[in-house]
């Protein structure tokens, strides 16, 4: 946490643990979350400021509040929620990130359509580069509405977001996704992505769209993320039973 002190505000930093613990089932739905006592005292700021990671929680759906008992965590069976990306490098491969543009632009038709605005309506643009210790993974544009950008000034800076764009701008606007509907395809490489992936020309790259859209359907963010070939980036397991084609 510390190497987010002074770039995100602290109930930010709060409300964000307090959400990682609640995503990895530490804090099981209906488990009691540390009160506003408790959260000042630990993390060492103001009463008020513990409140407003509380009702941060509560806004995204995350926690809610019992009359004189306490606040705890909701239940959440009715949304379907990614606690991480489904597509992508496992966790044992730590990326670092480049953040290559990010600013205001008009909305392409593709985007805007996603994103369910009028036609050319802007949005904030975010191009991002993820590498490894073997080079570059996989190139990612998101985009936002731009009526999020006077909230969610980091997500159109020049550095990358710490703790990611999409955790921080849910805590910013107080909305969280709910659902994200994802779409793969496969084409050739543009000239861009083969030179920041070094691929030779020309070269098939995996392209995956996602849509993260909150409780009541409106979208949140698009995103992009274009894969090289020749590394794995699906991991899935399921009982052998549910594979119909598996012993044919």
């Not at 990671?53 to 509040?65: D, E, H, K, W």
């Not at 020309?201 to 849509?211: F, S, T």
Request: aromatic share 6%.
């Amino acid at each position: 946490m510390a190497g987010i002190d002074g770039v995100v505000p602290k109930y930010l930093q709060i409300s964000g643990h307090l959400r990682d613990l609640i995503e990895r089932g530490e804090l099981a739905p209906g488990a009691e979350v540390p009160s506003e006592r408790e959260l000042a005292v630990r993390w060492k700021v103001a009463r008020p400021t513990a409140a407003k990671a509380l009702n941060t929680l509560r806004q995204q759906g995350f926690v809610t509040s019992r009359r004189g008992s306490g606040t705890y965590v909701a239940e959440r069976s009715a949304l379907m929620r990614e606690s991480a990306p489904r597509y992508g490098p496992s966790a044992s491969q730590p990326d670092s990130v480049t953040v290559l543009g990010a600013e205001m632009v008009e909305g392409p038709q593709e985007v805007t359509e996603s994103l369910g605005l009028p036609t050319a309506s802007p949005v904030i643009s975010v191009k991002l580069l993820y590498e490894n210790g073997s080079g570059a993974v996989r190139l990612v544009a998101c985009w936002y509405p731009g009526e999020f950008a006077a909230a969610a000034t980091l997500v159109h800076g020049t550095v990358p977001v710490p703790g990611g764009v999409v955790r921080y701008l849910e805590a910013v606007i107080g909305r969280a996704a709910a659902v994200v509907r994802e779409s793969v395809g496969a084409r050739l490489a543009t000239d861009d992505e083969r030179r920041r992936l070094a691929l030779p020309h020309p070269a098939a790259v995996l392209v995956v769209h996602r849509i993260g859209l909150d409780v009541r359907g409106v979208a949140l963010e698009y995103r992009q993320s274009v894969h090289p070939p020749g590394r794995p980036i699906m991991e899935h397991e399921y009982p052998a039973r549910s594979a119909t084609d598996f012993r044919r």
